[in-house]
């Protein structure tokens, strides 16, 4: 059904608001214009890009909560996180991040987003990866969007290790699943400890 510019530009703002992670191609097919009109939309209302709208929801919520690493060195975009719970994060797959021959993405760039989530999801200053377990179920496609959730499955104190189950979909369907073994500590002289068991 086709709108007026005036009732479609207020119903992007409300769709926008209710879920800030909408893409434009989304946006498109709801209100039934082009990707450009949406694009147009956006900018005339001064609403940022997807990927500017996730890095601030992330800022916004998580910025101060995440102690492991920084936010801008997680791969992908956090959306969600309970340290030493759960965390869910976003990566659009993109040219830069696929051969340029087939269009399928880089295995590397997968495995970063689970093990940067694993990461960031330890309640400590220091947390490192000292084994990993992957498989790839799919290949993964340029345009199509990964969403990596990780879930802290068990905590040893003692030997300071936390086992980190990710499982990363495209839609529902499961594309990579990684278990992570995590060194964590904040004491500096645990990390002789932590070389010697790599």
Same mark, same amino acid.
């Given at each position: 059904?086709?709108?007026?510019? $005036?009732?479609?530009?207020? &119903? &992007? =703002?409300?769709?926008?608001?209710?879920?800030?992670?909408?893409?434009?191609d989304? +946006? #498109?097919?709801?209100?039934?214009?082009?990707?450009?009109?949406?694009?147009?939309d956006r +900018?005339?209302?001064?609403?940022?890009?997807?990927?500017?709208?996730?890095?601030?929801?992330? @800022?916004? %919520?998580?910025?101060?909560e995440?102690?492991a +690493?920084? &936010? /801008? /060195?997680?791969?992908?975009?956090?959306?969600?996180? %309970?340290?030493?719970? %759960? *965390?869910?994060?976003i +990566?659009? =797959?993109?040219? /830069?991040?696929?051969?340029?021959?087939?269009?399928?993405?880089?295995?590397?760039?997968?495995? #970063?987003?689970? %093990?940067?989530?694993?990461? #960031?999801?330890?309640?400590?200053? &220091?947390?490192?990866? *000292? $084994?990993?377990?992957?498989?790839?179920?799919?290949?993964?496609?340029?345009?199509?969007?990964?969403? #990596?959730?990780?879930?802290?499955?068990?905590?040893?104190?003692?030997?300071?290790?936390?086992?980190?189950?990710?499982?990363?979909?495209?839609?529902n369907?499961?594309?990579?699943?990684? @278990?992570?073994?995590?060194?964590?500590s904040?004491?500096?002289?645990?990390?002789?400890?932590? @070389?010697?068991?790599?």
């Amino acid at each position: 059904m086709r709108r007026s510019k $005036k009732e479609r530009q207020h &119903l &992007l =703002i409300e769709t926008i608001k209710n879920n800030p992670f909408i893409t434009d191609d989304e +946006l #498109a097919a709801k209100f039934y214009v082009s990707v450009q009109t949406v694009r147009l939309d956006r +900018l005339e209302l001064s609403i940022p890009e997807l990927r500017e709208r996730i890095k601030n929801v992330a @800022e916004k %919520n998580f910025g101060d909560e995440i102690r492991a +690493l920084p &936010l /801008e /060195e997680v791969i992908g975009e956090v959306i969600d996180i %309970n340290l030493d719970q %759960n *965390a869910i994060s976003i +990566l659009d =797959i993109r040219k /830069e991040h696929v051969f340029k021959r087939n269009g399928i993405a880089r295995g590397h760039h997968l495995f #970063a987003q689970a %093990n940067s989530l694993a990461v #960031a999801v330890i309640n400590d200053e &220091l947390a490192l990866t *000292a $084994k990993a377990n992957i498989k790839f179920s799919r290949s993964v496609k340029e345009n199509e969007r990964v969403i #990596a959730k990780a879930r802290v499955v068990e905590t040893d104190t003692a030997s300071r290790r936390s086992l980190v189950e990710v499982n990363s979909y495209v839609g529902n369907e499961l594309v990579f699943k990684g @278990e992570f073994d995590m060194y964590r500590s904040n004491h500096q002289e645990k990390d002789e400890e932590y @070389e010697n068991s790599y």
